[in-house]
């Protein structure tokens, strides 16, 4: 697609239920990263995944958080469990090498 | 360690005024690239600009200008005759470690009265 593509852009959820948000990133960028947003952490670094490469989970808060690129496109972040604190802007970017980043428009979790 | 510090966390002006955005940044690599990214009230972070810590060139695009100054550690983002919909949230980021990983200051919100 055009940009990268995010869903839902809105999530309300139960505290204790588990989410799943969605990214598309612009076809042919190899590389995609979720961060997230919040107010009181600014904007954190959660996943990285570039080609077949193992991701780099190191910016995942808890083993609450995963997330999978299927055919090395579309990311699936997945949160269980959820808490009050997870509640935020969840961004993914994609970019074809290295740090030119395209942003979607983000998915705002709140947990309630 | 790796810091990105927007020490101006809101900067209100009226139209068609000046205003400059304050970036200082912290890294120990000896070659880094800086970037200034664009978050309007939409959500989407709008790329604005890259640049290679070799290069200390300022760059003007339009109404935007970068001062780049390695011995201030310093990348200050200058907006001329500032419009309504320059209003935004404003945010520097520096690679952590030569990385692919950003972080992010915590960025200064722009609001440009009429």
């Known amino acids: 697609g055009a940009g990268v593509s995010q869903s839902p852009s809105n999530k309300v959820t139960e505290k204790g239920k588990d989410v799943e948000l969605r990214c598309d990133p612009i076809s042919g960028h190899t590389a995609l990263y979720w961060y997230r947003q919040s107010l009181g952490q600014g904007l954190e670094f959660l996943i990285y995944f570039q080609g077949n490469s193992a991701p780099d989970k190191s910016g995942l808060p808890s083993d609450r958080f995963s997330a999978e690129r299927t055919g090395g496109s579309v990311s699936t972040l997945t949160i269980q469990r959820t808490q009050q604190e997870d509640s935020a802007v969840y961004l993914c970017a994609s970019s074809h090498s290295g740090l030119g980043y395209t942003f979607g428009s983000g998915t705002r979790l709140t947990v309630v | ?114």
Do not use: H, M
């Open chain 2, 1 to 114: 360690a790796q810091k990105v510090t927007q020490a101006q966390t809101e900067i209100s002006v009226v139209e068609k005024e000046d205003v400059t955005l304050d970036c200082v940044y912290e890294t120990r690599d000896t070659t880094y690239y800086l970037f200034w990214y664009k978050q309007p009230p939409s959500g989407e972070l709008v790329f604005l600009i890259r640049r290679n810590s070799f290069d200390e060139q300022n760059e003007i695009s339009g109404r935007y200008s970068w001062n780049f100054q390695k011995s201030t550690s310093s990348f200050n983002f200058t907006i001329t005759a500032s419009q309504v919909v320059d209003s935004a949230v404003y945010f520097c980021a520096l690679p952590v470690d030569s990385s692919y990983k950003l972080i992010f200051g915590s960025g200064t919100r722009l609001l440009v009265r009429p």
